[in-house]
């Protein structure tokens, strides 16, 4: 009787411990899982990408590397048990471009030798792709095993990730839910755009901008640890609309439209001096934009020798060097001619040094310049700013936001090492 109730506790122990230790391993292989929407599911395990912040739009999930646009979040999540180890294989060993290093950094996460490893225990983990491009070979999720007590996810979650605000408009904030048990702290990282309360009632600043607010909750014996962020713009829109011509000193968006799409370029980065112009989409093939704007979206075309120089919001000017192998844009401080013709269809042949202005190459979306016509690229279009809504106007008649950027006379956004007299929250002043 002894022996047989030993054998039964014996065997048991050995059920119980097999089913502590019981693990199973998912493994996500790009080019052979994959999908052409924005959410992949295989044995129980779900990848869903979001856009976040992003300006490049979604990433994708169908290509030979699964790929997370800079701001992209890519939600991994169970429904057979909670997560404990997920692997990211990378195509780079650094953390600058599409390494798992680019994630923003979080509780359990570390990066070593193209790897990219989260260990906890969750049923949902987020990642956001903070510093650049992400793009995984494999995605590779464990879920169960000895990692200890299970524990609930927090689901810390605004109603949306992202609110696009226009000045002057009524706004209502995104709701906010939870299901742990532990004390939510709230904070804003820029507190003159938007703040937000102890419940999570997220209210407009001041000014505009980007405020990130983020929601996060502490490990306790029941729920494990969690984090949410809701990104807010404010912004005041422009409108553009398609221009058939040139007229000297005036505004205008950079645009193309190709399968069905509708692409205007953003200048490079101020701190560049040399770049390929990204875009932003909007859907449609459109003949007038309203854009959010910062003032870091249009370009001065003003008459320059035999041509038309091409001035960015930073005052640099666009111009193509003697190198061939360049096809980004130099970026430079004396205005530079290029020869522009415009064509029946409403695009515009923009050349200068032999190469001319073209968008697209291949899959990409973004603007060269190239000595001959390239595979699947369109000319561009230009859309003219409409007289009356320039956000100099916005400001000094229709809004109360203050933006504290300066802009010159002729309405371009200046740096804070610019001298002479120049236009603040809707205020002329002499910076000296």
Known sequence: ??????????????LICGAISAQTVVTFTAG?????GATLTKDGITLTLKEGTSISGLGKLATAEYRLYKGNILTVSSTIGNITNIEFTCTANNTAKYGPGCFAAQN?????????TWV????????TAESAQVRAKTIKVTVGGAAGETKKAAKLAF???KVNHEVGTDFTSPTFSWETTATVKFSSDNEAVATVNAEGVIALGTEEGKAVITAEAAENDTYAAGKATCTIYVWHYVTYKKAT??????????????????YYAMPCKESYKYGYLSTVMKEGTLDELKVESSYDDNFVFAECEDGYSIQDCYGRYLYM????NHKSFQLGTEPVAWEVEASDNGTFSITNNGQFIQFGQGTFTSFGAYATKQDNTVLPMLFKMVEGTTGINN?????????????????QRVNKDYKGLVIMNGKKMMVK
Not at 321 to 324: H, I, L
């Open 120 to 127: 906890g225990n969750a049923t949902s983990v987020d990642f």
């Open 395 to 411: 400001i000094q008649t229709t809004t109360a936001v203050k933006n504290n950027v300066m802009y010159n006379i002729a309405g």
């Open 245 to 262: 011509e040139i007229v000297s000193g005036e505004k205008y968006l950079i645009v193309a439209q190709r399968d069905g799409n509708t």
């Open 321 to 324: 060097d003697d190198d061939p």
């Open 159 to 161: 109603s949306v990730d």
């Open 1 to 14: 009787m002894i022996k047989t109730l030993r054998f039964t506790l014996m065997a048991v122990m050995m």
């Open 108 to 116: 359990g996460y570390t990066f070593k030798d193209k790897v990219g």
């Open 32 to 36: 052979t899982d994959k999908s052409e």
